[in-house]
């Protein structure tokens, strides 16, 4: 893994100028508490085209770049920033924000000019274990977080939502409501594609509800979007009316112990 130099302007100690180009409302908001909570400031773009908009018109000292975003993604706009890099000079680090399940996607991250790369749901103690690699001293450092030993998965794993969201109730309330509001939306998105028999759109919402679920640490239903993306990315659809069952049966489960968590968070 490259660990590029700190970031000129900046001096050792000082905050953090963060670039968040993520398009999910989720990833965005516990990317944002978690560094705000340390001090650093973060800007927040929803795709490629506006990241290279903000860096044209700010300095930041480092990018968190999603891979998968609407109208240009993280490897496109990598590209395209690494391109002027070649005529202003410098480097500016970017991590890739990637929920890639396939072998090698990850190194596909570095190869595309990324310098790191986090997996998501964003996790705090891998997150500032990298800002801590590229930027000694100022990515904030934290304890590494115990692990339990592997078992059957509950609905919700309760002690890995509570690590993903870093034990902060106000950001569990706003993210499981977000997910409630949203989820007959998403289910939409993915039989629409399927009913179109559009492949690649149905990868990318299987992806994308596959990274929420992991967030809310729902690994019964998160398993079942990761069915359903893998059949997509085969372009053989024929298994996945039966992958999409699956998947709905999950979170028929996931719905009521979601309120649940939400009624006793308030």
Do not use: W
């Amino acid at each position: 893994m490259l660990t590029p130099p700190v970031a000129s302007g900046s001096p050792a100690g000082a905050p953090l100028r963060v670039l968040l180009a993520e398009d999910n409302f989720v990833n965005q908001k516990l990317a944002v508490t978690m560094l705000q909570k340390r001090g650093h400031a973060v800007t927040v773009v929803n795709d490629g085209l506006e990241a290279l908009d903000a860096l044209a018109q700010s300095g930041f000292d480092l990018v968190l770049m999603d891979v998968h975003m609407p109208r240009m993604g993280g490897f496109e706009a990598t590209a395209k920033i690494r391109e002027g890099e070649r005529t202003t000079g410098g480097r500016l680090p970017i991590v890739a924000l990637t929920a890639l399940a396939m072998t090698g996607d990850r190194e596909k991250c570095l190869a595309a000019g990324m310098d790191a790369y986090v997996s998501k749901p964003i996790n705090a103690a891998e997150l500032f274990g990298t800002l801590n690699r590229l930027f000694p001293s100022r990515g904030g450092s934290i304890a590494p977080v115990a692990t339990q030993p592997a078992a059957q998965a509950p609905i919700i794993d309760r002690a890995k939502l509570d690590e993903n969201m870093e034990g902060d109730q106000e950001v569990l309330r706003d993210i499981v409501g977000a997910f409630l509001r949203d989820q007959v939306s998403q289910e939409r998105d993915i039989m629409d594609a399927l009913a179109r028999q559009d492949a690649p759109t149905l990868a990318r919402a299987a992806h994308t509800f596959k990274g929420l679920l992991l967030t809310l640490a729902a690994r019964p239903a998160a398993d079942a979007a990761l069915k359903l993306e893998m059949v997509a990315r085969s372009s053989d659809l024929g298994g996945a009316p039966i992958a999409l069952r699956e998947l709905q049966a999950e979170l028929a489960r996931l719905q009521p112990a979601l309120e649940d968590l939400l009624r006793k968070a308030a």
